[in-house]
């Protein structure tokens, strides 16, 4: 042990996502001791909460299914897209892209049950050089969380996929009524549930069943994991972090790390001090981080001396506030309602401004500025009879909740366009001609303003059945109905400032000797883009994996 500490160990982890059990896999590996402490009782973090899903260019998965791809593909993607920003350099951006697929083939090799994440799912912006049009995304296998026993499975942080069905295929049940083959595989998998249920199976899915994956192949491997013991302190000697204190117990145990300390403790999402602080006119109310993203090492982070940056931004997932948003276990989305073909976003003056089938962290930075100068938060979804009973409003259908939504007020309806504008507030000529504008831009087939439907992933978002671009339907049909559109998010994407090694650097760029930070405790390596579905969770994957291999000295591991 070493002098003044309680106890000692080779790596320790702060907070429990996968980042965090990617790089104790590495350091167990290499015959190291590692410790992960988290401070909710739940191992898990927000991935656990999420869908789990990691984007990483030319993948093995992608590869077995016969995919184009290539590392150098992925590099001109990001280097068209990602702005230099403190913590995303050409250097990092390319150590992303080259450590993310030997990170893949480590979890496959350690026994991580991967697939893709759909064999249609395009980057954000794929229209750009290098944007892939099919799917760079990989998810983990849905998993039977009694396998990690009693003690841990109930440790595991409740996902909202409990079903023993992929994500890819959970995305496809909403069309049920419009294919055969999706009707045999709502078939398929309510005989998994029955034989499930049979044989005492607790599935989970997403990224639920990544973390108990990650936590079942870490347990295996002899971390030792620690819930209900959060970390109060890095403790700094000389040029660098020696160990943490932590409370285990209820008690204060300054423990050492030989080889460092990683920190993966999520964001700040929850802080609203810290919100108005670096993100002024955001709402922790509107977030889907668990309660534990408050901030804490971050906090430790700038009283170390490590440089911040990036803390204006967040990931934002635009949310609609339908009655009960407030205990909602993943606030009611937006996305796939403004998505959809026949409904479209407009501002409180009553105009349409962005390509509502964009990325949803662009969307709500999108309102953010749009509200500097004229009234968009709340916007409004504008949709018509048509749209209601076809499409899910927040994954629901309108018609179970008719009257509800409409006796609380948050279903607005009339039976014209006027009579819809007075009840939102907006001036009723502008709506009409936003409309009008729209569906003419529907009957010619393309969107003049903002060119919604000319990107694979607008009509990913769209409906895959309706023809000929799956983005763009008319509104008009009456009555007609709006509800509001606020800016949420999934977590806060602004931390310590690292290099292409996952290390911690100072101001002058100089390296925190033994502290490291991955996931969102760590400003992002996509430069203030959101560039596909995982592009939090991957990198986190990847930069766990990069900095436990470079602390051991174990950077040739594979």
């Known amino acids: 042990m070493m002098s003044g500490f309680d106890e000692t160990f080779d790596w320790v982890v702060v907070g429990s996502g996968a980042g965090s059990m990617t790089s104790a896999l590495v350091m167990r590996q290499a015959g190291k001791s590692v410790l992960v402490l988290e401070k909710t009782p739940y191992v898990g973090g927000t991935t656990a909460k999420s869908g789990g899903v990691i984007w990483v260019p030319d993948n093995a998965l992608m590869r077995a299914a016969g995919e184009q791809d290539s590392v150098e593909a992925g590099i001109t993607y990001l280097e068209a897209l990602a702005e230099n920003l403190p913590g995303s350099t050409p250097e990092k951006r390319r150590a992303y892209v080259v450590e993310a697929r030997k990170m893949i083939d480590f979890l496959i090799a350690n026994g991580i049950e991967l697939a893709r994440g759909a064999d249609f799912w395009p980057d954000y912006y794929d229209d750009v050089p290098g944007g892939c049009k099919t799917s760079r995304t990989v998810t983990a296998r849905y998993f039977d969380k009694a396998e990690l026993g009693r003690e841990w499975a109930a440790r595991l942080r409740p996902g909202f996929i409990s079903q023993p069905a992929m994500l890819s295929e959970g995305m496809k049940l909403p069309w049920v009524g419009r294919s055969w083959k999706i009707k045999l595989l709502l078939a398929r998998i309510a005989g998994r549930v029955i034989a499930g249920k049979l044989t005492g199976k607790q599935w989970v899915s997403a990224g639920a069943a990544l973390q108990g994956r990650l936590l079942k192949a870490v347990l295996a491997a002899g971390a030792d994991v620690r819930t209900n013991s959060p970390v109060r302190e890095l403790i700094a000697e000389g040029d660098g972090v020696t160990g943490v204190v932590a409370e285990?117990?209820?008690?204060?145990?300054?423990?050492?790390?030989?080889?460092?300390?990683?920190?993966?403790?999520?964001?700040?999402?929850?802080?609203?001090?810290?919100?108005?602080?670096?993100?002024?006119?955001?709402?922790?109310?509107?977030?889907?981080?668990?309660?534990?993203?408050?901030?804490?090492?971050?906090?430790?982070?700038?009283?170390?001396?490590?440089?911040?940056?990036?803390?204006?931004?967040?990931?934002?997932?635009?949310?609609?506030?339908?009655?009960?948003?407030?205990?909602?276990?993943?606030?009611?989305?937006?996305?796939?309602?403004?998505g959809k073909p026949g409904a479209i976003l407009v501002d409180q003056s009553g105009q349409r401004y962005m390509n509502e089938g964009g990325s949803y962290e662009l969307y709500c930075q999108t309102m953010f500025e749009r509200n500097r100068t004229i009234p968009a938060i709340p916007s409004w979804a504008i949709f018509d009879s048509r749209f209601a009973a076809t499409y899910p409003i927040a994954g629901v259908k309108m018609a179970k909740h008719y009257q509800a939504w409409k006796d609380s007020g948050y279903l607005k309806e009339a039976d014209t366009l006027a009579g819809l504008a007075e009840k939102i507030g907006v001036p009723a000529a502008a709506?009409?001609?936003?409309?009008?504008?729209?569906?003419?831009?529907?009957?010619?087939?393309?969107?003049?303003?903002?060119?919604r439907g000319s990107r694979e992933y607008d009509k990913w978002l769209g409906d895959p059945y309706l023809k000929p671009n799956p983005a763009l339907g008319r509104i008009d049909q009456g009555p007609y109905f709006a509800v509001d559109v606020v800016?949420?998010?999934?977590?806060?994407?602004?931390g310590a400032v690292t290099d292409e090694r996952a290390r911690v650097l100072r101001e002058d760029g100089s390296v925190i000797d033994g502290l490291y930070a991955c996931g969102v405790s760590a400003a992002s390596v996509m430069g203030g883009v959101y560039v596909g579905a995982g592009a939090s969770i991957g990198p986190s994957l990847a930069f766990g994996y990069v900095a436990a291999k470079h602390a051991a000295g174990m950077d040739n591991l594979l």
């Open 248 to 338: 285990v117990d209820g008690q204060p145990r300054r423990i050492a790390a030989r080889l460092g300390v990683l920190v993966n403790a999520g964001g700040f999402a929850q802080n609203q001090v810290m919100r108005d602080r670096f993100m002024p006119g955001t709402q922790a109310a509107w977030s889907n981080t668990p309660e534990g993203d408050t901030g804490d090492m971050h906090v430790e982070f700038e009283r170390v001396g490590a440089a911040l940056g990036q803390m204006d931004q967040m990931v934002g997932y635009q949310m609609t506030r339908m009655p009960g948003w407030e205990q909602a276990f993943v606030k009611p989305p937006a996305q796939s309602l403004t």
């Open 487 to 494: 800016p949420g998010d999934v977590s806060t994407y602004g």
């Open 431 to 451: 709506l009409e001609a936003t409309v009008a504008r729209w569906n003419g831009f529907v009957d010619s087939g393309h969107d003049a303003d903002f060119g």
